[in-house]
């Protein structure tokens, strides 16, 4: 069992930087690949960002490249989600999951099956 509690989201001005954590407790080892999906009212959910934690490398979704950037701290189990550049579209609420994933499902287009998942922290931009 992995328990993940997102917190950091709140109001942000357009243009500012914002960060989220999301800290994990319980079986760590099992999960390898980590991420962070976001989801508007009456929209898809949308994976923007992913981590594989063996080698640390990252996948990022188109309309958060160059803005987002996804981290890990092994010594507190925690992963962040930094915003720069906040724009009024990444409006939404986001959400950390965890999954055990070869590298190559390691990807945000895969995050919104994986099977652990927070309760999920708002984000919202104004202009």
């Known amino acids: 069992q992995v328990d993940l509690v997102e917190s950091g989201g709140g109001s942000g001005q357009a243009g500012g930087p914002l960060r989220l954590s999301c800290v994990a407790s319980?079986?760590?080892?099992?999960?390898?690949?980590m991420g962070w999906f976001r989801q508007v009212p009456g929209k898809e959910r949308e994976g923007v960002a992913s981590?594989?934690?063996?080698?640390?490398?990252?996948d990022y979704a188109e309309s958060v490249k160059g803005r987002f950037t996804i981290s890990h701290d092994n010594t507190e189990n925690t992963f962040y989600l930094q915003i720069d550049s906040l724009q009024v579209e990444d409006t939404a609420m986001y959400y950390c999951?965890?999954?055990?994933?070869?590298?190559?499902?390691?990807?945000?287009?895969?995050?919104?099956?994986?099977?652990?998942r927070g309760q999920g922290t708002q984000v919202t931009a104004s202009s």
């Open positions: 999951a965890a999954a055990r994933r070869a590298k190559k499902y390691c990807v945000p287009r895969q995050l919104q099956a994986f099977e652990y």
């Open positions: 319980g079986v760590i080892s099992s999960f390898s690949c």
């Open positions: 981590l594989y934690i063996a080698d640390g490398s990252t």
